[in-house]
């Protein structure tokens, strides 16, 4: 998309770029106690910028935070201990540290589950999986806050960088839960009975082979999905597919309130809607490219793409566009004067879902009130 000069974006609109209550800055309500400066006054690492230099509903250039998703086990015969990084520097986690420091004093157990999100598998008689994500709603995660900020306009080679860094990161992380002095004995004591499933990724040290990027570029196409589209007009005469997730997005940057209070910022987590994806939001604008279709990085305001950017939809807008560039080519034509009356049933006679249930209701405001 960007080597064929098709205009895009990173990054965050802000709320009056298309008049979206969700957009833009959003600082976290909950102050988190814990130091946020070393002993010259710089601030840690994983704390991007301090919160007055900040806007709310501003526009910022920077994508929700990335992560690797891992295979866990702690069953014997299919745990493999975690590996210690080549590069480990335990001044990444004094922000962590000194937030255990705070919980301790304040009686508050911390347990694995408060960093992690660990989801079993649901797979009959293998109990010993479990899939690691970054959560959410934890103060600190293995989402590699700030380690994502270069990676969507660089190179391939500093790409290389950022994916490494991020490895180094979650390493250093596992190792400094399961062995550093300065974290609780009984959250020590669990981490280490944890470690890489053996069977996944064998040829790659249990590793998996993709970083998990949930955001970089996104086109500016014919048609910008925005807040609007996937909670109100959410129907679209040239449909292609479905999307229906939460408007989700993980956490960007990690804030400075003060030298002693945090917190983290860009959490979007709305309930969303059933909404129709349109042809036009993977299709260029005419006049800079005819030949090209972007399910990917689609496009979508920073807003809308939280509630388009799962596999499954991926899925979806990537067999509408294979089979939308099979007519462009057999018919020799630019992506942009496909028939929708031509496109639209053959998607229906692949068993693609493009259609809306009767009785579907047909605003936010209504679904809700139907509660």
Known sequence: MARAGVSYTVGREAIAEYGEPLAGIRLDKTPRKAATVDEQGNLLPGI????????????????????????????????????????????????????????????????????????????????????????????????????????????????????ADHTEYTLGLLHFLATDEAVPENLRTETAEWGMHKEEFPDNGHWPYQMYVREARRMKGAYVM????????????????????????????????????????????????????????????????????????????????????LESTWMMTGHAAGSAAARAAKYDKPVQDLAMENLQPILRSQGQVIDFVPGQPETFAEAKGRK
């Open 226 to 309: 925005t807040q609007k589209d996937v909670q109100e007009n959410r129907r679209k005469p040239d449909a292609i597919a479905l999307g229906s997730h939460f408007i989700d997005s993980h956490h960007v940057q990690r804030v400075a309130l003060s030298t002693t209070e945090f917190v983290n910022e860009g959490r979007i987590w709305e309930e969303g809607m059933v909404y129709q994806i349109p042809f036009r939001a993977i299709t260029p604008k005419k006049e800079e490219c005819s030949n090209l279709l972007v399910p990917g990085a689609a496009s979508f305001s920073h807003v809308a793409f939280c509630a388009y950017r």
């Open 48 to 163: 991007s910028v301090w919160a007055k230099d900040l806007t709310e509903g501003a526009a910022d250039p920077k994508t929700m935070n990335y992560n690797w998703r891992l295979c866990f086990s702690r069953t014997p015969e299919t745990r493999a201990p975690f590996s210690k990084p080549a590069r480990y520097d335990r001044g990444r986690y004094r922000l962590l540290e000194n937030w255990l420091r705070e919980q301790t004093a304040a009686q508050q157990k911390v347990v694995l589950t408060d960093i992690l999100d660990l989801y079993a598998h649901h797979v009959p008689g293998r109990k010993d999986k479990v899939e690691v994500n970054n959560k959410q709603a934890a103060i600190i995660s293995i989402g590699h806050f700030g380690g994502q900020f270069e990676y969507p306009e660089a190179d391939y080679a500093k790409r290389d960088e950022i994916i």
